[in-house]
């Protein structure tokens, strides 16, 4: 059995966003792989429920996405940069055979797409700017059109920039397309009668998000309220007539608005958030009723957050609402009736991570990882009652690979029980347990063996881990480097209620860490942890605590910190997430100053010992790099081995979806940095090495392989 590396990232695949055809026969999903160390292929696939391999139904021509059903199910619209530019378009597949046809040439891209119920129009957003509008470019743009960068760059907006990009005057807008009319004259690019199928519903200077259809003549989005709307937290509501171009202002809601979801009978469900509890408090889901005026909160009795990564949709006869929230390490599948008759009902995903999911007249289709894998397809009915897995995408890599299983531990701390989970290496025991051996026990060793500890602490604050997800990759190579990995979701997590949750309000550090140390404390009792021999690491949230926890205590020989926040008035003025200061917080910097430098990494970094390596994306406008300079800067003020890594092209994103050659260079610098600090590892000091030395970006070419398909 070989171990998993850093470098298999190139051989992973990953399959998402599910669709279920109306007839609840076939799944399409996408099929996401790197192609090479800067790109990452994206093609659709189609598997039916029956058992068959699944096949993939686009060319390997661009990046694939947002595969969508017509109603009647002959047609498949998508979205892909194929053909000249990188600019996402619109494309229409016959489902029984035949080329796609591309149906626009827009200059801001295509998202948020879906179908009318009659299958006759298409609806989609993209970001454009006034001159676009203008000039029409938001219907038909040239296809060697680029626009200019801005120079200077002249900013009027609180929020001007966010993922590895400014917007420049972009706005999102929202557009209907007619799907007949666009296949008799939107063929070629370029093509003066591009735009002719294509009719904007939203105009000016603002947002507008989560669109939906009611009927097919009715379309629902919501748009940020008030004078200064970068800096609101309340939504209108909106529904637009599409024949008589009639708008019309339904309802507010308070937090953060990801996407609508309505019934053809004038049910509309929506997130809300508590605009006093708006980072602490939990997310529901409200449903407006446009028949009656009335509105219900179905998730109400539910004491869990409609979360970061969640998604919700009715059923196809509009009667109940499924949804995900975190709970307890999974990621889980709930169904709750849209009048909130009765409470939420748990369906699946016990012990696993549901990543997104598609809801059909009798089945569910999942997009789900495991401990045993980092993702693939499964079928469940709509209770939750079977299940089968449709795909296994990922069968020949882990064939030959060695897969530990994870302990599940639970530990007190603060009065609170804290869930975590851990890792040992693979010959642990002196046997290799392979992805196909769901044994509880870890087996028996050596008494005489012990390991170095790597703690893991998570982004958020107010998210979880789980067991899989984006971090099985990590982890897994890190056990299998001869690291004990150790994560958990100490209190300020999600999945264990608000309580919960709220638990860190005015405290991130020590919080936290009380936790982070207890769960150390509870770990080192195993007599196969070498106490000596602690590592932590952690990024975005992690990354701060990673930098709190080096200023607070001696405990571990090295430290890696990513995407950090280090200087919390510094990235309230300089992130797009400055309301998470204000709500978890309940400041400002200038209410006060002093408390939120107190509460900062970088307010001691006099008092850290700890070698500290600091990664960082250059395109980050999460986290702006700044305070990590700052950070890197403090610690080699006062003598601390350390180095700062930047990442260019990358932003926040970077370790979930960056570039494949900088994933695998991210972890490989963090083992290289323990390994320099072990006494498990005659590896010198990185340091002391050539900046590159032993890295997959120092081999040659022919010694990576590349992992990408081109045929058909």
């Avoid at 050596?446 to 500890?453: A, I, K, M």
């Avoid at 150390?520 to 106490?531: F, L, P």
């Avoid at 405990?555 to 926040?565: D, E």
């Avoid at 978890?584 to 006060?592: A, C, L």
Wanted: charge should be negative; glycine fraction near 10%; include cysteine.
């Amino acid at each position: 059995m070989n171990r998993i590396e850093a470098s298999d990232y190139h051989e992973l695949v990953q399959p998402a966003e599910p669709r279920l055809s109306p007839e609840g026969d076939r799944v399409t999903f996408v099929r996401r792989t790197p192609e090479d160390d800067e790109t990452t292929a994206a093609t659709i696939h189609v598997v039916p429920v029956g058992g068959d391999e699944p096949r993939q139904f686009t060319a390997a021509d661009g990046v694939d996405g947002q595969p969508r059903w017509s109603p009647d199910g002959d047609r498949l619209a998508f979205a892909s940069t194929r053909g000249e530019g990188d600019r996402q378009q619109l494309w229409l597949l016959p489902t029984g055979g035949g080329e796609a046809r591309r149906l626009t040439d827009v200059v801001g891209g295509i998202d948020d797409l879906e179908w009318s119920p009659d299958g006759t129009r298409l609806l989609f957003t993209q970001q454009v700017s006034e001159a676009d509008r203008e000039e029409g470019r938001d219907f038909a743009v040239d296809p060697d059109y680029e626009p200019e960068a801005p120079d200077p760059r002249v900013i009027d907006r609180m929020i001007y920039r966010a993922g590895t990009e400014y917007f420049d005057g972009r706005r999102s807008h929202v557009y209907v397309l007619d799907v007949e009319a666009a296949l008799e004259g939107a063929v070629d690019p370029g093509d003066d009668d591009a735009g002719a199928a294509i009719t904007r519903l939203t105009d000016g200077d603002a947002d507008y998000v989560g669109p939906t259809w009611g009927d097919s003549g009715t379309v629902y989005y919501a748009t940020k309220a008030g004078e200064q709307p970068d800096d609101s937290v309340t939504y209108d509501l909106l529904e637009h007539e599409t024949g008589t171009d009639e708008r019309t202002e339904f309802t507010q809601t308070t937090g953060w608005v990801s996407g609508l979801e309505a019934t053809a009978d004038g049910r509309i469900a929506f997130e809300y958030t508590d605009e006093e509890r708006l980072t602490l408090g939990q997310t529901e889901l409200r449903v407006h009723d446009r028949s009656s005026g009335t509105e219900t909160t179905p998730t109400a009795p539910l004491d869990r957050t409609i979360g970061h990564s969640s998604t919700f949709e009715w059923d196809p006869e509009g009667e109940s609402l499924y949804f995900t929230t975190p709970d307890e390490g999974s990621r889980v599948l709930w169904s709750v009736p849209g009048d909130g008759s009765e409470e939420p009902t748990r369906v699946y995903g016990d012990g696993v991570t549901v990543e997104s999911f598609s809801v059909g007249s009798d089945a569910v289709a999942v997009a789900q990882s495991e401990w045993d894998h980092p993702g693939d397809l499964f079928l469940t009915t709509r209770g939750g009652a079977e299940t089968v897995r449709l795909t296994r995408v990922n069968h020949e890599y882990l064939s030959d690979r060695a897969v530990r299983q994870p302990e599940e531990v639970w530990f007190e701390s603060g009065g609170a029980e804290i869930q975590g989970w851990l890792l040992t290496p693979p010959d642990f025991g002196g046997e290799v347990q392979r992805p196909s051996e769901a044994a509880s026990e870890q087996g028996s060793r050596d008494p005489d063996d012990t390991y170095p500890l790597v703690i893991e602490i998570h982004g958020g604050p107010h998210s979880q881990w789980t067991t899989s997800g984006t971090m099985w990759h990590e982890f897994q190579t890190l056990a299998a480097r001869g690291y004990v990995v150790c994560w958990s979701n100490p209190r300020g997590s999600t999945g264990y209620g608000e309580a919960h949750a709220s638990a860190i309000e005015r405290d991130w550090g020590d919080v936290t860490l009380t936790d982070v140390l207890a769960g150390v404390d509870a770990v080192c009792k195993r007599d196969y942890i070498d106490e000596d021999e602690l590592y932590v690491t952690g990024g975005s949230f992690g990354g701060f605590m990673t930098a709190w926890t080096v200023t607070q205590t001696d405990r571990f020989r090295a430290a890696v910190s990513q995407r950090g926040v280090y200087d919390l008035s510094s990235f309230y003025g300089s992130t797009d997430a400055f309301k998470l200061v204000e709500g978890d917080f309940g400041t400002t910097p200038w209410e006060e100053p002093e408390f939120l430098w107190k509460q900062s990494p970088v307010a001691h970094v006099p008092d850290v010992e700890t070698p500290t390596l600091v990664l960082h994306s250059d395109q980050d406008f999460r986290t702006p790099a700044n305070t990590a300079e700052l950070f890197y800067l403090g610690l080699q003020k006062h003598g601390v081995d350390t180095r700062l890594v930047r990442y260019p092209r990358e932003g926040h994103e970077l370790s979930r979806s960056g570039e494949p050659g900088h994933v695998v260079d991210r972890i490989e610098r963090i083992a290289r940095w323990f390994d320099g600090y072990s006494a498990y590892s005659e590896a010198p000091l990185a340091l002391e090495r050539e900046r590159d030395a032993g890295l997959s970006s120092a081999m040659d070419e022919s010694e990576t392989e590349d992992a990408g398909e081109t045929d058909e």
